[in-house]
T-cell receptor
């Protein structure tokens, strides 16, 4: 398997523009997570899905952020309008339900977003 | 609120100089304590899962241990290629992982 695939790897945009980040999870994984990483706050969970259904979106900063998972092989994170404080690395991760109850996440390489 | 705290924030070692990284967690009903390694420009890479106090796991020069409120990542005789940021995370009653801010390890030759 090619692992979790994210695109774009780098995005530079201007304040007010719409940004769409994309993720393809590992085939057969039933959980998908979106995290944001900054120096100040570390890795923060934004939202996660189980079987394409959003389970917990309490980490989504505000209404400017939205996430969708239309099918098991694709998810998007959209920011509209973008602001400079949204600059961060956004990671997608996926996992498979295990009998142990512990959830081992596999991360993508991340999308580095810079909002000018 | 579930919190994961890692210390130190940064650690510089000479090659061969052993040390330990600390991770303290507050979640009740721990389902798993995780260690990940992150190299610059890459996503976190899974190292270990620990499930209960007293458990230990090893991989090459790394050994992870777990107590009721802390985990330690022991690095024995490190090499420059062990330089990375090491992240700790816990999992409680849901499927989400809460991460600490990490310890940036630099091993000088």
């Amino acid at each position: 398997d090619a692992g979790v695939i994210q695109s774009p790897r780098h995005e530079v945009t201007e304040m007010g523009q719409e940004v769409t980040l994309r993720c393809k999870p590992i085939s057969g994984h039933d959980y998908l997570f979106w995290y944001r990483q900054t120096m100040m706050r570390g890795l923060e969970l934004l939202i996660y899905f189980n079987n394409n259904v959003p389970i917990d979106d309490s980490g989504m900063p505000e209404d400017r952020f939205s996430a969708k998972m239309p099918n098991a092989s694709f998810s998007t994170l959209k920011i509209q309008p973008s602001e400079p404080r949204d600059s961060a690395v956004y990671f997608c991760a996926s996992s498979q339900t295990r009998g142990t109850g512990a959830n081992v996440l596999t991360f993508g390489a991340g999308s580095r977003l810079t909002v000018l | 609120e579930d919190q994961v705290t890692q210390s130190p924030e940064a650690l510089r070692l000479q090659e061969g100089e052993s040390s330990s990284l600390n991770c303290s967690y507050t979640v009740s009903g721990l389902r798993g304590l995780f260690w990940y390694r992150q190299d610059p420009g890459k996503g976190p890479e899974f190292l270990f899962t620990l499930y209960s106090a007293g458990e230990e796991k090893e991989k090459e020069r790394l050994k992870a241990t777990l107590t009721k409120k802390e985990s330690f990542l022991h690095i024995t005789a490190p090499k420059p290629e062990d330089s990375a940021t090491y992240l700790c995370a816990d999992q409680g009653g849901s499927e989400k992982l809460v991460f600490g801010k990490g310890t940036k390890l630099t091993v000088n030759p």
